[in-house]
């Protein structure tokens, strides 16, 4: 006999939206956790768009990539510092391009996971 697995619910009965990009993916997962921080409650479906993942899903994929050695400690050092500033390094700075090109490195790495899931279009 086979053991039953738990099959998690559609938390909302709303069309969802995924995210055109893992940039769009991560600055979203970013808000909420600055949210978070900062003491707000969430309830599922209550947001202006409905998506196709919680927050800690996409936490959840970065951690699983970060044991694969998928990303590395310098990824999720541009992942966490560029998505508390909710912008992106800027290329043609000199002093971001080289973390311009680890955080491009980074969202290449986590959007095929996140594609596979549903998470990103």
């Known amino acids: 006999m086979g053991r039953s697995r ?13 995210f055109t990009t893992a940039e769009e ?8 956790q ?3 921080d ?9 947001g202006a768009v409905a998506r ?6 996409i936490a959840r994929e970065v951690q699983r990539l970060y044991r694969a050695r998928v990303l590395l400690s310098c990824h999720l050092g541009v992942l966490v510092r560029f998505g508390r500033r909710l912008a992106p390094p800027d290329i043609h700075d000199d002093g ?15 959007t095929t996971p996140l594609r596979q ?5």
Request: aromatic share 10%.
């Open 52 to 57: 196709p993942c919680e927050p800690d899903d």
């Open 34 to 36: 600055i949210a978070r």
């Open 6 to 18: 738990a099959v998690s619910q559609r938390l909302c009965l709303r069309d969802t939206e995924s």
């Open 117 to 121: 899931k549903g998470i990103v279009a």
């Open 38 to 46: 900062d003491g707000v409650r969430f309830t599922a479906g209550l």
């Open 96 to 110: 971001t391009a080289a973390e311009a090109m680890l955080w491009e490195e980074s969202l290449d790495r986590l």
């Open 25 to 32: 993916a991560w600055f979203w997962y970013a808000r909420c």
